[in-house]
């Protein structure tokens, strides 16, 4: 209509005469005064007396009040002014009405604070880019025998070599491993967190030195200077951030080592929550570097850069095509093994991820169960407003103008209900980060940044437009005439916004169901779980590590020799009453998982599994750890390095292996380098232990002397009546009165260690339980909130039927039948719903199945039990109605 | 809102002023309002404060601007006066006006004839 210039014009001019309103109000009237004036006298002019001038020119020139208000809407920004207008008044109306505002942004601050919370934990931990440059590009490459059950594993850096020579598809590849590594020379030896690497890793996660070089192919070659790569907190913390360190060399493991580099702090690969770690190359490990030129074994992880261009199917037959060569030129290591990918993000979630979605999940729905509780409340609000409503009616407001300052005011209970939620989730991620496993990858990333504020904001908006609606939608049909009457206030509740009042209560008691369900089962898993028998002795036995540096224990016999000496003098410490060496210890260390042989039977069929569990241990492990001796015998002195290999099994490989036989006797064909084809005979058999994790079942176990096959490092298991403190002490003491440069670390009570390895189990039921409590207050809310007002609703009904005869039991049963009508309704939709919903639990519930009746029929029972406390008050205040005071009562 | 006044009116309204203040030069309300009136030989009686309706919306589209003076019986007054742009458009409007009349003037006296 305008051209774009004039529309700028009148909005420049509107937007000026709203900033002024009280000049424009004067100037205007001013105006008009004037024109008055002029009418008067023109009116004197032609003869008429004062008074009969001063009306004809007031008629003349109209109605003052219409013109202002007509000046007023034509010059100023009239949707702004409504907005503002709309939001005053819905202030006011707030503040008027504290408990249920304070309510309501109670209820929402819970809701929207909890799921901006535990997303700030998926976020981090599942959606955030990884910190590696164009990380999408990189992915994780494995090896997988499907027959023997290895669902992924590393390769062998033999395999790997010919794999990064073959590959097309990508640009780059790496492997890596993680070791710790003695630090000495600076002051006390310590521990540091080493990633062990091929060179190219830095340029594969394009990496660029902040100070000096990172790694070149030629520190990767054998006999080349061993070089070490510094991480920038590491090199603050230890090394005072001293640019000078640059060419000065470190000693690892007693071998010296020069630093070439400093990377920046952010960068942490592969040991992704090690804030303080430095990188060797592959070659110059004192484990990992002897291992190299072997093609069998699984143990280096690969991660590569797809080339773009190229997609994952192309990228997966060419890996397919190499497995198949590999397993054609290299059968003895390769046959049957393929090779798989997956995006680098799965390496570090691998089954934290679950956990996360189904929490997200159940959170939501405390929100959901929020947001019903909050339309509830304005449902309520509505029908007590339904005679300030029906008069503004009749003074002439519109039924959008109604509603547009309804919606406005269930806006601004949103808005302050969502910043209270974000007040809350900043206070509760920092908790809930204390509280989560140490297992889960990049916790300190969890915070409330960007992304979750804008998931919040986001979040507030659509759980304020579902809440918002209901009211709007009844509010909508007000009948005017009705709620002008008397009593309308009361009676004008239509039949309508009752049964939806019911309709969310009951909604609520179903959502509450689901959760309740899920908590349940998570409960009694955890409770199993914590029941379960690890199959040894758990109480007063410490675990500590010691590692030798391989440079100067540079043989097994060395490493047995430091063994036995430990074991003597911890022996003879009072307070400790008895040593093993066990390596891996059992839940605390993982497993070894080695394929075997039966010297006798027959070869195993390509698709049979034939795989143990491994340790080596001390003769008396079984004893010090309480396993039973079933058959046969424990291993002794005599089984020494230079005696015929013997080995012992647990009761379920005998099982298995040798079900109509006697194991004793037999010969088994394992082991790890150097004697690993050795035959071993069998000499007794002893009770199963759950040594991968106390929810996993037990299964085939092979143990062999430590003698016969010690390793790099001793794990000892001290059980000891004293305090850790004394334990670690003596343990320290002895350890360093044969060496003075080892460390001991990871000094734990086993209980604890077992304790941690359930965190995930228990963090995830924690939080559940949690939810689920939230869940249930807020439906008994909703419950007592409809109850109750049902009664005052239907004093007058009450009262007339007191009056008519009926007695207290009978008022008792009709208030009842209602909360058994909401409460069924409810529990009838929840069952079906949770037990759906609970198989999604999947395997995370341990010990129980995800229908278990007695579990469902418990928390069923307990959400009855609640409803019925809710509406107790209110049912009983309804039996109390005096019929004349109800009468009276309009 | 407002009653609704037909737009031709509206438009005609702020025409009339705009050919007013064009002929006589800067006025005020009152002044622009009793010329109206005379011109259109009293056939247009408004409520004259309507016209500030129109005079507020020709200010906010530039077309005439407004000062605050002296009347000659030394009033305070709020004087208005066309623009350059406010000339243009009556010149427009004038024109197309005229091409309607005069069609409107053709189409009669044709249907008169027959």
Known sequence: MFSPLTTLFILASRLRAWLTPRQQDHDFAQELKTHLDFLVEENLRHGMPRESAERAARITLGGQTQLEETHRELRGLPVLETLIQDTRYALRALRKNLAFTALAILTLALGIGANTAIFSVVYAILLKPLPYPNAQQLFNIFQVQRQEGVAATGFSFANFAELRQQSKSFSEMAGSQRHELTLTGHGDPTVVKTSVVTPELFELMGQTPVIGRIFTPQDGQPGAVPVTVLSENLWRAMFAANPKIIGTSINLDKRPFTVVGIVTAKFRFPQINQSEQLWIALVNDPLFGSWMPNRGGHWLQITGRLKPGVSLPQAQAELDAIAVRLGREFPRENSGWTIGLLPLRQLFVFNVGSTLWILLGAVALVLLISCANIANLLLARATSRSREIAVRTTLGATRSRIVRQLLTETAVLGAFGGLSGVALAYWGVPVLRSVMPSTVPQVNDIRVDTWVLLFAILLSAAATCIFGSVPALFTANANVQSSLREGGARAGESRNRRTARSVLAAAEISLALVLLLAAGLMLRSFAKLTAMSPGFVTKHIVRAEISLPQFQYTTPQRWAAFSDELLARLQAEPGLQQTAIAVPAPIADGFVNLGFEIVGHPQALAGASRTADYATISPNYFQVLGIPLLAGRAFDPHDAMIAPRVAIISQSMAHVYFPNENPLGHQLKFGLPPDSGAPREIVGIVGDVRDVAIGQDPGPMMYVPYAQSPVWGAVVLVKSENSTAAVSAAIRREVASIDKDLPVTDIAQMPDVIDTSMAQSRFGALLLTLFAAVALILAATGIFGVISYSVACRTNEIGIRVALGASRAAILRMISRETLLVTGAGLAAGIPSALAASRLLGHMIVGVSANDPLTLIAVALTLAAVAALASYLPTRRATQVDPIIALRHE | ?114
């Open chain 2, 1 to 114: 809102m407002p009653p609704e006044k037909s737009d031709i009116l509206q438009g005609t309204l702020d025409l009339m002023v705009l050919q007013t203040l064009d002929a006589m030069g800067p006025q005020h309300g009152y002044g622009i309002a009793r010329r109206i009136e005379q011109i259109s030989e009293q056939a247009l009686q408004l409520n004259q404060g309507t016209i500030y309706a129109s005079l507020l919306r020709l200010v906010q589209q530039r077309r005439i601007s407004a000062s605050w003076g002296t009347s000659d019986n030394n009033r305070k007054a709020k004087f208005y006066s066309i623009t350059r742009a406010g000339r243009k458009q009556l010149q427009t409007e004038t024109e197309n006006w005229q091409r309607i009349s005069g069609a409107v003037a053709r189409i009669l006296r044709t249907a008169g004839r027959a």
